[in-house]
């Protein structure tokens, strides 16, 4: 189960409540930020700019792939572990505005993860030590450490103990 805290909202769905959640002027920082970050060739710059002005928590050689995108209006809920690997174009969300509710929730990837290209991370989503996603892969629950899953919806495809023992 997704960890993520609910706020009702009323009349308008949430979107068009935005600005009442989140500050607008922190959302177009970050809005620059992610997309200097999205092109940046070096990944210690990169790396700098999330954990700067993004207040991510970033691991030592954790490496995002070209066009990844973090959470634009939270991304200080995003945690990353050390000698990770985000995919190209991956999505790592902290938010979700619904109709008549818009949650909220931190996301935690482990360290020596790999997420493959294309992959979406929902909010309130663990991802453990040493697990692989695979490309495209909706992660919609948790991922326990060590394990490789894959899909939409996301299934588990190993566990730790089955990978280990090819």
Do not use: C
Request: aromatic letters at 10%.
């Amino acid at each position: 189960m997704r960890k993520t805290n609910r706020y009702p909202v009323k009349n308008a769905n949430s979107l068009w409540q935005i600005y009442k959640t989140v500050s607008f002027w922190k959302v177009t920082k970050n809005f620059i930020v992610i997309q200097l970050g999205r092109y940046m060739p070096f990944l210690g710059v990169k790396n700098w700019l999330y954990r700067t002005f993004l207040r991510m928590k970033v691991g030592k050689q954790t490496a995002f792939a070209l066009m990844v995108m973090p959470d634009v209006m939270f991304p200080e809920k995003i945690t990353v572990g050390a000698n990770s690997v985000i995919g190209y174009n991956t999505t790592i969300l902290a938010h979700e505005y619904l109709i008549k509710e818009y949650r909220i929730g931190e996301v935690i990837i482990g360290d020596e993860v790999l997420i493959g290209a294309n992959a979406t991370i929902l909010p309130g989503i663990s991802i453990g030590d040493g697990a692989v996603v695979s490309a495209g892969t909706l992660v919609n629950k948790d991922v326990p450490a060590g394990a490789f899953v894959g899909g939409n919806p996301m299934q588990l495809i190993y566990t730790k103990e089955e990978m280990d023992k090819e």
